[in-house]
């Protein structure tokens, strides 16, 4: 099992950027277990963050040439496009990295609803039992009070 923030991968690959021109921008990816970094090839510039908990999906892998198209999907609906050269696969590297994110985190999710199901169960087994002892007691009130001793 890979630790968080483990770098997976590092290297070159362009993203598209949003303004009017849409220019192709050279990056540095770093590739982890949780997140996508993109590091500007200036220096001083802060790098930018894709968290895969805000990743849908890897989409529309198209292959020309030189070069292999994809896009990324967040979860707001935002689709940022990327290329790299064709035989780096960043695209699958990006998928796979993803997948396994998200196959963690449902496993998390899982256990933790597996646990709140038992505690849940115990608790009211505990209630349960509290709830028969108050009853019992209503019930042999009654019927004990006659045997005590009257002053």
């Known amino acids: ?3 968080p923030g483990e770098v997976l991968r590092e290297g070159e690959l362009e993203k ?5 021109l849409q220019v192709w921008k050279k990056k540095r990816g770093v590739l982890t277990t949780d997140r996508l970094r993109l590091f500007p090839t200036g220096p001083g510039a802060r790098p930018k963050e894709l968290r895969f908990h805000s990743i849908l999906k890897v989409d529309c892998v198209e ?3 030189k070069y292999v198209y994809f896009t990324i999907v967040t979860t707001d609906r935002k689709e940022i ?3 790299c050269a064709g035989e780096s ?16 985190r449902a ?3 899982f256990r933790s609803r597996r ?3 038992a505690a849940a169960a115990v608790s009211y087994t505990h209630l349960d039992v509290y709830k028969r002892q108050q009853q019992d007691s ?3 009130a009654p019927f004990a009070l006659q045997y005590l001793p009257r002053s």
């Open 1 to 3: 099992m890979r630790s």
């Open 16 to 20: 598209r950027s949003d303004s009017l």
């Open 63 to 65: 292959r020309t040439g």
């Open 81 to 83: 496009d990327f290329r």
């Open 89 to 104: 696969s960043w695209n699958a590297s990006i998928t796979l990295a993803l997948i396994d994110f998200q196959n963690r």
């Open 107 to 109: 496993m998390q999710d």
């Open 115 to 117: 646990e709140r199901a």
């Open 138 to 140: 209503a019930h042999l």
